[in-house]
């Protein structure tokens, strides 16, 4: 197992439900852990050497009103190392994306209306390319479409040395368990994140129905658990 940091990620918004999410997976593990942030206002991804509080802060601003733009270039703008970063992200009006010139080829970005697309250290241009290209074109929620987007890049080339971790980060009007998904170390984090998608809604579905059964008469409110980002 080489821990070298290389990945493809993929930020997004959907204005029709006012829904922001991210998307990504690696050659390391606990992905998850570093590079996806999402707030109700925006979508980011650090990634190659990943500065965590390019993320956080890109989403802050954006809830500040700062467009997603001005956020990461700001942010840039004072790191000293920004070379080696790459992050890119959606804002309400907006869409960012930066690959440093130090970053380990392949690497680079697309921008699509109302997404970005980002990799390092991949099999080639085709994996930004297939990511973007699914996202385009798969109906159904932000999540099942991140996860599809994630599966066409892998079937792409993905990372040059393959996947060890993946997740899915969604901010919604109506936050679902299923909104924050992480495998941290697999032989197939992707496979096993359409997997863990899978399961986590029918565990919704599931809760419900125990707790029918455990109250008959309950406040619907109990069940509305959130989601921590």
């Known amino acids: ?11 997004a918004r959907d ?23 999402v707030s109700a206002n925006g979508a980011a991804v650090t990634q190659s050497y990943t500065k965590t509080e390019h993320g956080r802060d890109a989403v802050a601003r954006a809830d500040d009103g700062e467009h997603i733009d001005d956020a990461f270039a700001d942010l840039l703008a ?10 890119h992200g959606v804002g309400t009006e907006n869409e960012y994306t930066f690959t440093g010139e130090e970053c380990v080829d392949w690497a680079g970005h697309r921008v699509g209306d109302d997404y970005t697309v980002a990799g390092n250290m991949l099999a080639g241009s085709d994996v930004v390319d297939a990511t973007a290209e699914a996202y385009e074109s798969t109906d159904g929620d932000m999540a099942g479409r991140l996860v599809s987007a994630l599966e066409a890049g892998e079937a792409a080339g993905g990372d040059d040395r393959g996947e060890m971790s993946a997740a899915i980060l969604v901010h919604a009007p109506e936050p679902e368990f299923y909104h924050n998904l992480r495998v941290d170390l697999s032989a197939d984090p992707v496979g096993d994140l359409r997997e863990l998608l899978a399961e986590a809604r029918r565990a919704k579905e599931q ?20 989601v921590k980002y």
Do not use: K, N, W
């Open 1 to 11: 197992m080489r821990h070298v940091p290389g990945t493809f990620s993929i930020a």
């Open 15 to 37: 204005p029709a439900t006012s829904t922001f999410g991210a998307a990504v997976t690696t050659g390391t593990v606990s992905v998850g852990a570093t590079c996806p942030y």
């Open 78 to 87: 004072g790191d000293d190392y920004a070379a080696y970063r790459q992050v």
């Open 207 to 226: 809760i419900r129905s125990e707790t029918d059964h455990l109250f008959g008469d309950y406040p619907d409110e109990i069940l509305d658990f959130g």
